[in-house]
């Protein structure tokens, strides 16, 4: 049996809640700066950095930052919890499991700081 | 709860629905999707550092491996994105039967498959 302690809400319903509102904030992240690309006729280093360079993109990119981690860690628990579970893998895929989600959360930690360095170091 | 109940869940025996293969994919994007954070992060990176460095990135799309990775990372994320919003729309009621469901996972697969056409005409 999996036991709700590793999930990120510690409850189905915030996970479900989450997962929906981190997705509207990548699906709109993703449209924006798509559209951007697409839509501006001559994307040079200057009209990319003033974009990112705003107030406004930097905290609308760390809400995205915010979300993937939240989502991704929501996601990868579905997963992992359907697949490393005691009927697949034996007695050790509790230990398996934490062990997975240990790197993933510290992968996970490093691309959140990652993305703060680059939005707010350049 | 017995533990060693029966379960029957061999999936190499069942015959899956086109919705089963449209939210398996959505699983594998999504796994994909994580590690292609670091393609998405790396290329941000590059593109703010400096003018050279946006230059070369740029450039690198001139690189088959380069644009390879790129083009996966962002086919992972087209499909995962359209898979989702049919997830969002089954949330508010549309596409919740049987049928609807599957109009639906036809949908996000022609959607997703002519984006990632799309992106694959830009990149080269």
């Known amino acids: 049996m999996v036991t709700a302690v590793t999930s990120f809400g510690r409850s189905g319903l915030y996970d479900w809640l989450i997962q929906r509102v981190s997705a509207v904030v990548l699906a709109a992240y993703t449209l924006f700066v798509a559209g951007f690309i697409v839509l501006t006729p001559d994307l040079t280093f200057a009209v990319w950095s003033d974009l990112y360079s705003t107030l406004c993109m930097r905290v609308f990119s760390l809400a995205a930052l915010l979300s993937i981690a939240a989502h991704a860690w929501i996601g990868l628990w579905a997963v992992l919890t359907d697949y490393l579970t005691n009927r697949m893998m034996g007695a050790k895929a509790t230990v398996l499991r934490l062990v997975a989600q240990g790197v993933l959360g510290l992968v996970t930690m490093t691309y959140t700081v990652w993305g703060v360095e680059i939005l707010w170091g350049f | 709860m017995k533990k060693n109940r029966p379960v029957n869940l061999d999936i190499t025996t069942i015959q899956l629905p086109i919705t089963a293969y449209v939210s398996i994919l959505h699983r594998a994007s999504g796994v994909i999707l994580f590690a292609g954070v670091a393609v998405l992060l790396w290329a941000l990176d590059n593109s703010l550092a400096s003018e050279e460095q946006f230059s070369a990135l740029k450039e690198s799309l001139n690189n088959p491996l380069c644009q390879f990775i ?55």
């Open chain 2, 70 to 124: 790129i083009w996966g990372t962002l086919a992972a994320l087209a499909y995962h994105m359209v898979a989702g919003i049919r997830h969002l729309f089954m949330d508010i009621g549309i596409g919740e039967t049987l049928e609807g469901g599957q109009n639906g996972a036809k949908i996000a697969l022609f959607v997703a498959f002519i984006i990632i056409a799309l992106l694959g005409a830009w990149i080269w």
